[in-house]
C-alpha cells in the first residue's frame, strides 16, 4: 500500500476493516510523545505559584495529555498517505489499514473537544484556550499547511510541543507569565536539533514521501550547520528558568553540562567525515537530545522537591 487512495480502496471492498483493537487506538495518541507532554505539564504544574486541588491539578495533567493525544490522532488521519510512504510510519494504525480514516478523525475530534471542556469547566478557562491552540496549531497549522510546504515546519510547529508548560501554569494561576515562557523556549530550541538528527537519518524517506525537511530540502551540510546552531542556543536557554526565578544555582550547573554535551554532539555531526560516521553522530545526538529535555525538567523537579531557593527572578519576577 504506496498512497492514501489504495488505503481508502481496502477500506471500500472491506480487506482489513474491523481489525482494529484498543492497543491502535492508543498508538494513534502517539503515547511517547503524551508521555513527553505530561512530564513537562507536571513540571509547569509544580513550579506554578499558588495551590491547586489535587483533583484539579490530575484533571488538569490528564486534559492537557489527552489533548495532546488528540492532536496525534488528527495527525495521523490527515497523514496517513505520506506515513504509508515512510518505513519509519508505515506500521501505523491508518496506513497500516487497521484503523480507518474517518475513525481516526472522530477519535481525534471527541478527544479535542472533551478535553478542552473539561479543563475549561473545571480547572480554568485560559489554560483550556491555549490547549484548544495547541492543538489547532498542531493538527491545521503544522499537519496540514507547514508540514508539506515548508523546511521550516518542525522550527514553526514546536511551538506546539512546546505549550504544555505553560498551560499548566495558566491552570494553577490563570495567567502567563514569563517563568513558563522561558520553558517554552527551552523546548521550542530543542525541538529542531532533536527532529533534524532524525531527519538526517530518514532523508530518502521525507523525499519519496514528497515531505520538505530540511535535509531534502536544503541539503545535508546546511542541515548539519543548523543543528549546531540551535544546539548552541540551548545553552543560554537552559538558564533562562533560573533567571525568571524559579531555578536555583544546581539548576544552572546542571543545565550548563548538559548543554555543552549537547554541543559536543551536534559538533560531531558537522565533522561526520562519511555517511557511516554521519548517521553514527546523528544517532547518539537523537538519543541524547531525549535524555537532555528530561534531565533539565526532572533537575527543575529535584530542586523543587529538595527545597532548593531558586535565584532571584532577574526577569520576570
Known amino acids: 500500500m504506496s498512497d492514501v487512495g489504495s488505503i481508502n480502496e481496502r477500506y471500500?471492498?472491506?480487506?482489513?476493516?474491523?481489525?482494529?483493537?484498543?492497543?491502535?487506538?492508543?498508538?494513534l495518541l502517539k503515547p511517547r510523545v503524551m508521555s513527553l507532554v505530561i512530564f513537562t505539564a507536571l513540571v509547569g504544574?509544580?513550579?506554578?505559584?499558588?495551590?491547586?486541588?489535587?483533583?484539579?491539578?490530575?484533571?488538569?495533567?490528564?486534559?492537557?495529555?489527552?489533548?495532546?493525544?488528540?492532536?496525534?490522532?488528527?495527525?495521523?488521519?490527515?497523514?496517513?498517505?505520506?506515513?504509508?510512504?515512510?518505513?519509519?510510519?508505515?506500521?501505523?494504525?491508518v496506513?497500516?489499514?487497521?484503523?480507518?480514516?474517518?475513525?481516526?478523525?472522530?477519535?481525534?475530534?471527541?478527544?479535542?473537544?472533551?478535553?478542552v471542556l473539561i479543563l475549561g469547566l473545571f480547572v480554568d478557562w485560559l489554560a483550556a484556550s491555549l490547549l484548544a491552540f495547541t492543538i489547532f496549531f498542531y493538527a491545521v497549522v503544522y499537519t496540514m499547511w507547514l508540514k508539506r510546504s515548508t523546511p521550516q515546519n518542525i522550527v514553526i510547529g514546536g511551538a506546539a510541543?512546546?505549550?504544555?508548560?505553560?498551560?499548566?501554569?495558566?491552570?494553577?494561576?490563570?495567567?502567563?507569565?514569563?517563568?513558563?515562557?522561558?520553558?517554552?523556549?527551552?523546548?521550542?530550541?530543542?525541538?529542531?536539533?532533536?527532529?533534524?538528527?532524525?531527519?538526517?537519518?530518514?532523508?530518502?524517506?521525507?523525499?519519496?514521501?514528497?515531505?520538505?525537511?530540511?535535509?531534502v530540502v536544503a541539503g545535508e551540510r546546511s542541515t548539519?550547520?543548523?543543528?549546531?546552531?540551535y544546539s548552541a542556543l540551548l545553552v543560554?536557554?537552559?538558564v533562562l528558568p533560573a533567571v525568571c526565578g524559579i531555578a536555583g544555582v544546581p539548576y544552572v550547573i546542571v543545565s550548563l553540562v548538559l548543554g555543552l554535551a549537547f554541543v559536543?554532539?551536534?559538533?560531531?555531526?558537522v565533522r561526520a567525515v562519511d555517511q557511516p560516521a554521519l548517521a553514527k553522530a546523528c544517532g547518539r545526538l537523537f538519543g541524547y537530545s531525549i535524555l537532555y529535555l528530561f534531565a533539565m525538567f526532572a533537575m527543575l523537579l529535584v530542586e523543587r522537591a529538595a527545597g532548593v531557593s531558586p535565584l532571584p527572578a532577574m526577569i520576570g519576577g
Not at 548539519?224 to 546552531?229: E, G, M, P, S, T
Open 224 to 229: 548539519r550547520w543548523q543543528i549546531l546552531i
Open 95 to 115: 496506513p497500516a489499514g487497521r484503523v480507518t480514516p474517518g475513525e481516526a478523525l472522530g477519535f481525534g475530534l471527541v478527544l479535542s473537544v472533551g478535553s
Open 161 to 215: 510541543g512546546a505549550l504544555p508548560p505553560v498551560i499548566a501554569w495558566a491552570a494553577v494561576t490563570g495567567r502567563v507569565d514569563l517563568a513558563p515562557l522561558s520553558l517554552f523556549l527551552l523546548i521550542f530550541l530543542w525541538t529542531p536539533p532533536h527532529f533534524w538528527a532524525l531527519a538526517v537519518l530518514k532523508t530518502r524517506d521525507y523525499a519519496r514521501a514528497g515531505v520538505p525537511m530540511l535535509p
Open 45 to 93: 504544574l509544580v513550579l506554578a505559584p499558588g495551590n491547586l486541588h489535587p483533583v484539579l491539578a490530575v484533571t488538569a495533567l490528564m486534559c492537557i495529555a489527552i489533548g495532546a493525544g488528540a492532536s496525534g490522532a488528527l495527525n495521523m488521519w490527515y497523514d496517513a498517505d505520506i506515513d504509508a510512504m515512510m518505513s519509519r510510519t508505515a506500521k501505523r494504525p
Open 12 to 27: 471500500e471492498t472491506g480487506e482489513g476493516v474491523g481489525d482494529a483493537s484498543v492497543g491502535d487506538f492508543w498508538a
Open 236 to 238: 543560554p536557554a537552559g
Open 264 to 269: 559536543w554532539f551536534a559538533v560531531a555531526i
